[in-house]
């Protein structure tokens, strides 16, 4: 069982909103600082969001986050052509003293 | 403003070892930690590890633990992922991100690398 899950793909056409969850196994998860990323195809990742609902700078406030104590949720509002990437959560397991990704989820925007 | 650079493309035969670089600027390299992720082609995001440049306190993930090997050199501001003996299921892309806090605290990578590919074949 992965320690984070994540729906393999999402669309939606353009201007609507999408949200992709990230479910934690609850036996791992100790604190709560999910972090997401961006992978545009052909490019490295970049960072969306930090300590579950930070953008970093220049990261447009159409990305927010959310979190519970076990799920983490990203939500992209104004959808764009310019969003169809591959998205990622992430988190440090205490318990596993290892750093975990989500399998990623592929938006598509219609 | 913070960067990390690696190195270019590589090509090997299977046996063969290789050690690819990431070189970081903009920020004080010792004060935080780097991080490398592989990406095997088509497939998702996966922790390698994370070195501290300061001490080069090292954190393996037990997947990669004793398959490669992560170093610095604080002098040139670059860490390093070294493999002794390559394999076909090695071709991937690598790449290198500052690992932002203490592990188990707020933590997250931020900036990434460009990345590495690099091609096992015979």
């Known amino acids: 069982q992965s320690v984070l899950t994540q729906p393999p793909s999402v669309s939606a056409a353009p201007g609507q909103k999408v949200t992709i969850s990230c479910s934690a196994s609850?036996?791992?998860?100790?604190?709560?600082?999910f972090s997401w990323y961006q992978q545009v195809p052909g490019t490295a990742p970049r960072l969306l969001i930090y300590?579950?609902?930070k953008r970093p700078a220049g990261i447009p406030d159409r990305f927010s986050g959310s979190w519970t104590v076990t799920s983490a949720t990203l939500g992209i509002t104004g959808l764009q052509t310019g969003d169809e990437a591959d998205y990622y959560c992430g988190i440090w397991v205490d318990s596993l003293n290892s750093w975990v990704f989500g399998g990623g989820t592929k938006v598509t925007v219609l | 403003e913070v960067q990390l650079y690696q190195s270019g493309a590589e090509v090997r035969k299977p046996g063969e070892s290789l050690k690819i670089s990431c070189k970081a600027s903009g920020y004080l390299f010792t004060n935080y930690w780097v991080g490398w992720v592989r990406q095997k082609p088509g497939k998702g995001l996966e922790w390698m590890g994370i070195i501290y440049p300061s001490d080069s306190d090292t954190r393996y993930s037990p997947s990669f633990q004793g398959q490669v090997t992560i170093s610095v050199d604080k002098s040139l501001r670059t860490a390093y992922l070294q493999w002794n003996s390559l394999k076909a299921s090695d071709t991937a892309m690598y790449y290198c991100?500052?690992?932002?806090?203490?592990?188990?605290?707020?933590?997250?990578?931020?900036?990434w690398g460009q990345g590495t590919l690099v091609t096992v074949s015979s």
């Open positions: 991100a500052r690992f932002d806090g203490t592990p188990g605290s707020l933590n997250f990578f931020h900036p």
């Open positions: 300590d579950n609902n």
């Open positions: 609850t036996r791992n998860i100790d604190k709560t600082y």
